[in-house]
């Protein structure tokens, strides 16, 4: 076994660092409240350990070789966080109708990791740069897939959490307008700089 210490740390910044995911589960927690965030956090959980397989398979090479390909996965991407941008700059306030608002799904959750430039990136480079279990390239593969999932779970329980604690905050229109509009802008930063670096 080797890495094993460089890998989990590189994990951590990686998956842990703000994105377009973190950001976006923050932005929930903050708008619905943890527990109804729950959902969505799974959802980029699956996404990512979908992104995990793509990216360890080798599909995403293949994918981005075709003629063509490369721009129209990029605006695809872009589209949907410019979406999701919008929505997060333009909720309205908290309210105790809550509940009637449109909360982040599950399939949602899955859609956007999908489509995550720095998730594909991310896990490019912790499963080009370490080797855990040498000479078994499976099991190496499976291995940093749980270890990753259980890194990504963890750090997205934290994202969700921070986010929640801001609810108090999403009952103030001036502060809630503010506070959405720095996620909005936080998302589309982090998918720019994904993008270019």
């Not at 109804?36 to 956090?41: A, I, K, Q, S």
């Not at 959802?43 to 981005?64: E, H």
Request: charged share 10%; no cysteine.
């Amino acid at each position: 076994m080797d890495g094993w210490f460089g890998f989990i740390l590189a994990g951590i910044a990686l998956t842990g660092s703000p994105g377009p995911n973190t950001l976006g589960l923050a932005a929930a927690g903050a708008a619905f409240g943890a527990r109804r965030g729950v959902w969505y956090m799974n959802g980029l959980l699956i996404g990512m350990v979908l992104v995990m397989a793509i990216t360890a398979s080798g599909v995403l090479g293949v994918l981005f070789a075709v003629p063509g390909a490369t721009p129209v996965i990029t605006a695809i991407a872009v589209a949907y966080f410019a979406y999701l941008a919008y929505r997060i700059a333009t909720a309205p306030p908290l309210s105790d109708e809550t509940t009637e608002r449109r909360q982040p799904s599950f399939a949602g959750g899955v859609f956007q990791s999908l489509v995550n430039p720095k998730a594909y990136a991310a896990m490019a480079a912790l499963f080009s740069s370490f080797v855990l279990i040498r000479e078994h390239l499976a099991l190496d593969v499976v291995t940093k897939v749980l270890v990753l999932a259980v890194i990504i779970a963890l750090v997205n329980i934290v994202w969700l959490f921070t986010g929640a604690a801001l609810t108090r905050y999403f009952r103030t229109p001036g502060i809630n307008r503010a506070i959405n509009i720095g996620f909005a802008v936080l998302l589309v930063l982090s998918v720019a700089f994904a993008l270019v670096f």
